[in-house]
Every structure is written in C-alpha cells, then in structure tokens.
C-alpha cells in the first residue's frame, strides 16, 4: 500500500476499515499507512465520524455499576482500590500501575487486544520490583500477541512469545514514532526469544509517543537508519 | 448530551479531573454499553469492552481534536475498535480450539425481523435516509457488519449470499453513502 492510492480507493479503504470488514492484512497496512500519511488518518476519521453516527443513535443501556467500579480501581481513582472477588472480576490479579497522565498517540485502533489478560499471564510480569509505568502488546494480524514492550525507569523490559519465529536472516527492530512528525526513532533490536532490556531512549521523556513500529530488517537492524519494512504497530498505553 | 458539555467534560478528563471523568462516564457509558452490546452479545463481554474503552479514553482524552469528529463519535470508535479487536481474538483463538467451547457472537439473527432487530431501539438519523436509498440487502450487510461487528462471512451466512456479492456490496454500498451524505 503506498501514497499513490486514488483518493477514492483510500476512501473506501478507510470506510470498510472503520467497519470492520478489512481482511486482516489490508488491515495493518492500512494501519501502517496511518503511520505515516495525514491523508489517510483523516480518511479514516471522516468514516468514524460518518459510521459511528449510528452508534450514537441507539438508545443508551446503561451498564451494571461494578463496570464504574472496575475502572475506578484500575485508574486508581477511587477508594475501591481492592475489588470484589469472584470469577466474574477477570481483571482483579492485575498489579496496580502507576497512575500518572501519560499523553499518547492518537487512539490506535487495533492494539492490544487482551492486554490485560496477556499481561496476568506471562510469567515475570507481576515479579518486576516497581510497577510498569507504560506498556504496549505487538500483535500479528490475528490478534496474537508477539512481544510485549514494558516502559520502566530502567529501560524497555521486551519479552517475546512462542509465536515470534526466529531466524538467522533477518531482526526485527524496534521504533519509537513521536507525535511530531519527527522520522522513526530506532529503539534497538528486538528478542526473537525470551526478554531482552532495551535502553530508554531520552525522546520519551520529551515528546508524546504516537505509536511504537516494529519493522524487519536484514540482519544486525536497519542499514539505513529508518524502518525498511513497517510490520506492526502498537499503542504505548498507561493502565 | 450536549456536545458542548461533553467536551467541557472531555477536556477537564484530560487535565486529570477524576470527577470530570465520572459525569463523562455517567453521560456517555449508556451509549458505548449499547453499542458495545449489540457487537459482544454478552453482557459480560460488553462490559469488559466498555471498561477498557473508558481506560483508554482517560489517557488519551488529551489526544482528542475536533478534526476527529464529536466527543461522542469519537468516544464510539474507541469501544467499537476494541469490540472489533476482541472478536477478531476470540475467532483466531476460536481456529485453535477443537471442541469448539468458545461462545462468543456467530449465532444467527433472528431471521423473520433482521432489520427490525437492528434498528430496535434508536432514533433515526440523517444517515438513515442514505441507508434508505440502498437495496435492502446492501443495507442488511452494512448494518450487519456495523451493529453487530459481522465480517464478511458471517453477513454471507447471515443473509445467504456469496462471498463475492457481500464485498462489493458493502463496498459499493459505502461508497453510495458518502456521495449521498456530501
């Protein structure tokens, strides 16, 4: 997908993408896409604007009031830090973040599905000594979980899953995309197994992080200083 | 729900205002669980969606710009994508499972009044009367795939018709919606 799609066929793109109804591939490079272009980021927003007008005219259902209390204890915001128990309260095991405003990227669509239940589930999450600050999910495009990136003082703690296939021919490297418009920022090489500790590039302490890109690159990263081929996006977010 | 309140709301959420963020909620959580409901099925999982959706919604309200359509749009966007995401999860999970406990969203509409148990509780809008000027069916497929989260196939199960017929359909059905709403 490249800046020479029609207006028209970015168009519909954006439109089926806000729908939902992309196959899974056409999917992420639009995201990619998204990355890069300002044109296709207000095409899909136009669609979102347009679509989800028939989510707003549906009369509202109002939700059971432990959802209130649910975001309330996992923004730390109220006094209920310690929810009820019961098989009904999936998310209850989750250590307690950090709470600090972290601005971000603009809303990534496609992030982090099951975050939460990625994060109680990997093992060493929840025996780091100090609490994450921020965390993204990388995922493929059937939503599987590939690494998780977790932002600490310390640096970026990446830990991979079984679905990340090794190679001897090619790494995938990490990159910080700032909200400036400034050129990728690379954040070093990526784990193909196990977890691996990244410095903490200072650019986080200095400028809102619209996403992190992971790209693939020959052996050793990037020979150009740039992402050759944008894989897969994330959204750093704060819990 | 005033517009103009909601961003008030919106913009205070984003300054860290804990109260701003509950009567953002209080206003707008009927909306996104409806929507939310609609796409999940299960109350549960709709809840879950919705409670992620105000999460985000609370560290990105600083990232919200008026090029990105109303608050509420925007806010619906946020929970659809996560429904979306968490269906497309449940499905590729659903592809590894053999004994086919996954019970999430797939059942069939309700075949006699489709359409009606679509547009059951909500106000007609200006899109709607662009809607109109769709074949049913091109119509169907939308709304199957907006209010409910369908991909393509389930609306080709859901109305019976071949793969082929429902893309273009859709596709060409989009693209008759945005030239009758410019």
Same mark, same amino acid.
């Given at each position: 997908?490249?800046?020479?799609?029609?207006?028209?066929?970015?168009?519909?793109?954006?439109?089926?993408?806000?729908?939902?109804?992309?196959?899974?591939?056409?999917?992420?490079?639009?995201?990619?896409?998204?990355?890069?272009?300002?044109?296709?980021?207000?095409?899909?927003?136009?669609?979102?604007?347009?679509?989800?007008?028939?989510?707003?005219?549906?009369?509202?259902?109002?939700?059971?009031?432990?959802?209130?209390?649910?975001?309330?204890?996992?923004?730390?915001?109220?006094?209920?830090?310690?929810?009820?128990?019961?098989?009904?309260?999936?998310?209850?095991?989750?250590?307690?973040?950090?709470?600090?405003?972290?601005?971000?990227?603009?809303?990534?669509?496609?992030? =982090?599905?099951?975050?939460?239940?990625?994060?109680? &589930?990997?093992? %060493?999450?929840? *025996?780091?000594?100090?609490?994450? @600050? !921020?965390?993204?999910?990388?995922?493929?495009?059937?939503?599987?979980?590939?690494?998780?990136?977790?932002?600490?003082?310390?640096?970026?703690?990446?830990?991979?899953?079984?679905?990340?296939?090794?190679?001897?021919?090619?790494?995938?490297?990490?990159?910080?995309?700032?909200?400036?418009?400034?050129?990728?920022?690379?954040?070093?090489?990526?784990?193909?197994?196990?977890?691996?500790?990244?410095?903490?590039?200072?650019?986080?302490?200095?400028?809102?992080?619209?996403?992190? =890109?992971?790209?693939?690159?020959?052996?050793?990263? &990037?020979?150009? %200083?740039?992402? *050759?081929?944008?894989?897969?996006? @994330? !959204?750093?977010?704060?819990? | 729900?005033?517009?103009?309140?909601?961003?008030?709301?919106?913009?205070?959420?984003?300054?860290?205002?804990?109260?701003?963020?509950?009567?953002?909620?209080?206003?707008?959580?009927?909306?996104?669980?409806?929507?939310?409901?609609?796409?999940?099925?299960?109350?549960?999982?709709?809840?879950?969606?919705?409670?992620?959706?105000?999460?985000?919604?609370?560290?990105?309200?600083?990232?919200?710009?008026?090029?990105?359509?109303?608050?509420?749009?925007?806010?619906?966007?946020?929970?659809?994508?996560?429904?979306?995401?968490?269906?497309?999860?449940?499905?590729?999970?659903?592809?590894?499972?053999?004994?086919?406990?996954?019970?999430?969203?797939?059942?069939?509409?309700?075949?006699?009044?489709?359409?009606?148990?679509?547009?059951?509780?909500?106000?007609?809008?200006?899109?709607?009367?662009?809607?109109?000027?769709?074949?049913?069916?091109?119509?169907?497929?939308?709304?199957?795939?907006?209010?409910?989260?369908?991909?393509?196939?389930?609306?080709?199960?859901?109305?019976?018709?071949?793969?082929?017929?429902?893309?273009?359909?859709?596709?060409?059905?989009?693209?008759?919606?945005?030239?009758?709403?410019?």
């Amino acid at each position: 997908m490249t800046q020479q799609l029609s207006d028209r066929k970015l168009d519909t793109l954006a439109a089926e993408y806000v729908l939902g109804t992309l196959e899974d591939d056409t999917r992420l490079k639009l995201q990619r896409l998204m990355v890069t272009s300002d044109r296709a980021r207000k095409a899909v927003w136009h669609w979102e604007q347009t679509l989800n007008a028939l989510g707003a005219s549906l009369n509202d259902v109002q939700p059971s009031s432990r959802v209130w209390r649910r975001i309330e204890a996992r923004l730390g915001l109220g006094e209920t830090e310690v929810v009820e128990a019961g098989v009904d309260e999936p998310h209850q095991n989750v250590t307690p973040l950090r709470t600090s405003r972290i601005r971000q990227g603009w809303v990534w669509p496609a992030i =982090a599905a099951a975050l939460v239940l990625v994060m109680i &589930s990997w093992n %060493g999450w929840q *025996t780091t000594s100090s609490a994450p @600050a !921020q965390v993204a999910v990388i995922q493929d495009a059937s939503a599987q979980a590939l690494w998780s990136v977790n932002l600490t003082e310390d640096g970026l703690l990446v830990t991979s899953t079984r679905q990340v296939t090794a190679s001897s021919e090619r790494d995938y490297e990490l990159w910080l995309v700032a909200a400036d418009g400034r050129a990728p920022v690379s954040l070093g090489l990526l784990p193909e197994s196990g977890q691996r500790l990244l410095p903490r590039n200072a650019l986080f302490d200095a400028v809102d992080v619209e996403v992190l =890109a992971v790209s693939r690159e020959p052996e050793g990263g &990037s020979p150009t %200083g740039q992402p *050759t081929e944008v894989l897969y996006t @994330a !959204q750093l977010v704060g819990l | 729900m005033n517009e103009t309140d909601v961003l008030k709301l919106l913009m205070q959420t984003a300054e860290g205002n804990a109260q701003a963020f509950r009567q953002l909620y209080d206003q707008t959580s009927g909306k996104l669980y409806a929507v939310s409901l609609g796409m999940m099925k299960r109350r549960d999982l709709a809840e879950d969606a919705v409670q992620d959706a105000f999460v985000r919604i609370w560290h990105n309200a600083g990232e919200y710009r008026a090029e990105k359509g109303a608050v509420l749009t925007w806010m619906i966007s946020i929970v659809r994508y996560r429904c979306l995401d968490l269906l497309r999860s449940a499905k590729a999970r659903r592809e590894h499972l053999t004994d086919g406990d996954v019970d999430l969203a797939g059942e069939p509409e309700d075949t006699d009044t489709p359409e009606g148990a679509l547009n059951a509780g909500r106000d007609r809008i200006r899109i709607d009367e662009c809607l109109d000027e769709l074949e049913d069916q091109q119509r169907h497929a939308i709304q199957l795939a907006y209010f409910r989260g369908m991909t393509h196939q389930e609306v080709c199960g859901q109305l019976d018709l071949p793969l082929g017929s429902v893309k273009s359909w859709i596709r060409r059905g989009l693209q008759q919606l945005k030239r009758c709403l410019e």
